[in-house]
């Protein structure tokens, strides 16, 4: 499967952003799909992760409450709705495609990989 993230881009502390990834190759709605995302100097970290049908859903810590994953199994999309941003969201993010039942949080785990989308949130 081929995955290609779009949405990112430059706010302030405080502002929003919708990230979407869009799946093509297989049937989109046969797989989990997560988010991960990458700051300078950091190892890639887990960041949402959506099961089949739209549940469950994971998130870390540093995120709950201000971000939503959902998905379209129609538009064969996944999306990252990101508020109240920080700058420590600030992260090039990616979106990857697991074949597993179950959402994974552990990037091993995932079988496809989109290009990264750049966050920058600053004032």
Known sequence: VQLQASGGGSVQPG???RLSCTASGRTFSNYCMGWFRQAPGNER???AAIGLGGAPKYYINSVEGRFTISRD???NTVYLQMDNLKPEDTAVYYCAADLSPIPQGVEDEYDY???GTQVTVSS
């Open 15 to 17: 502002g929003s952003l």
């Open 45 to 47: 970290e887990f960041v």
């Open 73 to 75: 199994d129609a538009k």
């Open 113 to 115: 990989w989109g290009h």
